[in-house]
């Protein structure tokens, strides 16, 4: 049984426990604000979710989800996630995050500053460019005729293949954008972000997305 440790139980976070945890995965889940304030939530989920702290959740998932504000990824524990595959689902809103200059020169992903600073994990996007509730409703049988496309980048193949099952397991087909440094074809103000998309039209998106405004 796969664990998936979850750290940050917002909108997609909690949408991806439920999906995983439809799938026949154990869930442990966590907040900033401690395992106390997810009761309702791990209720809600079931017996297969606990709630825990953000070092407890990493500690305990064989692959790990970072869905936290961009303005807090110093706060991610390194070390429990050392070797592991982690989804990054982050997106740059600078009105939340503040005025990153890095990222608004086009000189680094969201992706990519996760990345370094989880120098051991193995970083893949996921899951950022997708309405939460879509998450759970919009999913189809693997086959199914124009089935909604996600895409995923990564440094590491062996991470893109594993967001490629798991997309498929919970009902999308995956387009791979390539490394960290392409997974701004995909984030905020793009032709691929939140909207409805087949594999076809998500790689056309993708190839006519512009790095900077």
């Not at 370094?116 to 999913?139: C, M, Q, R, Y």
Request: no cysteine.
């Amino acid at each position: 049984m796969t664990t998936l440790g979850i750290i940050g139980a917002g909108h997609i976070g909690s949408q991806v426990a439920r999906a995983a945890i439809a799938n026949g995965y154990d869930v442990v889940i966590s907040n900033s604000r401690g395992p106390e304030t997810l009761s309702s939530l791990v209720a809600d989920l079931g017996p297969q979710a606990r709630a825990a702290t953000a070092a407890e959740a990493g500690a305990a998932g064989d692959v790990v989800v970072v869905t936290v504000p961009l303005h807090a990824l110093s706060q991610v524990p390194v070390e429990p996630l050392a070797g592991k595959i982690v989804l990054d689902t982050n997106n740059y809103y600078f009105e939340r995050d503040g005025r990153i200059d890095a990222l608004d020169k086009g000189e680094t992903t969201t992706s990519q500053m996760l990345q370094e600073h989880l120098p051991t994990s193995k970083v893949v996007k996921a899951f950022n460019h997708i309405v939460s509730d879509d998450i759970t409703t919009d999913g189809t049988p693997a086959g199914t005729e124009n089935r909604r496309a996600l895409a995923t980048s990564s440094d590491f193949e062996d991470a893109a293949a594993w967001v490629t099952e798991f997309y498929d397991q919970v009902g999308f087909d995956t387009v791979n954008v390539g490394p960290l440094s392409e997974s701004w074809r995909v984030e905020r103000d793009r032709p691929a972000y939140v909207v409805r998309q087949n594999a076809q039209e998500l790689t056309a998106n993708l190839a006519r997305a512009n790095r900077l405004p």
